[in-house]
């Protein structure tokens, strides 16, 4: 894509022209008639034609030669552990990476991968709510990592999932990859989330 004019260091107009297709991500609307998005200090304010739209004062205009504008992508089960590091593939940068395949957010099925990862329960709580605040704070490549995803064991009551909500831990992690593997007991903690 070209670019004809240098990133704003203030208050900012992007200018997206020359779009072929706008997806809305909207399954009612999929398709946005326009050809132009206008976005003002970082949030769109304008979706339509380039004609009927007010694309003065830009301070950065992209032509998109007829591509595709699509909503950022969702991956709903990703396991992260500390930034943006993974020691299951020893890799740095994957969330970074990721949003070239249009992941704009990621949400954590547990924090998994973490050598060493406590299983009792206060070091399981102490986990979650670590990965929850920093990845609160934490954007790799702008990416939003919903973090924080307790891996549920047997020894947990009802006061440990209100002393982490409390903190702001609002996941569970994937169910069967701690010492809970059976349906019953399963439904009831997450009843207690």
């Given amino acids: 894509m070209a670019h004809d004019a240098p990133q704003a260091t203030g208050p900012s107009k992007l200018v997206i022209r020359n779009i072929g297709l706008?997806?809305?991500g909207a399954?009612?609307?999929p398709i946005l008639d326009g050809d132009t998005i206008v976005a003002e200090n970082g949030k769109i304010t304008?979706?339509?034609r380039y004609k009927d739209l007010n694309t003065?004062?830009?301070t950065t205009i992209v032509d998109a030669n007829g591509t595709t504008?699509?909503?950022g992508l969702i991956d709903s089960h990703v396991h992260p552990v500390a930034?943006?590091?993974t020691p299951r593939q020893n890799q740095i940068g994957w969330i970074?990476?990721?949003l070239h395949g249009g992941i704009t957010t990621m949400i954590s099925a547990g924090e998994v991968h973490m050598p060493g990862r406590p299983r009792d329960v206060v070091g399981l709580k102490a986990m979650a709510i670590f990965a929850q605040r920093a990845f609160w704070t934490l954007r790799p490549g702008g990416v939003k990592v919903h973090a924080g995803a307790p891996v549920i064991e047997c020894e947990m009551v009802e006061e440990?999932?209100?002393e982490m909500a409390a903190a702001g831990v609002k996941l569970l992690g994937e169910v069967g990859l701690g010492g809970v593997k059976d349906g019953p007991t399963a439904r009831k903690m997450v009843g207690w989330a």
Wanted: hydrophobic residues 40%; glycine residues 12%; aromatic residues 8%.
């Fill in 96 to 98: 970074d990476s990721s």
């Fill in 46 to 48: 304008a979706i339509g």
């Fill in 69 to 71: 504008v699509t909503p």
């Fill in 83 to 85: 930034g943006d590091w």
């Fill in 160 to 162: 440990d999932f209100k």
């Fill in 27 to 29: 399954l009612e609307k």
């Fill in 22 to 24: 706008i997806l809305s």
């Fill in 56 to 58: 003065e004062g830009a």
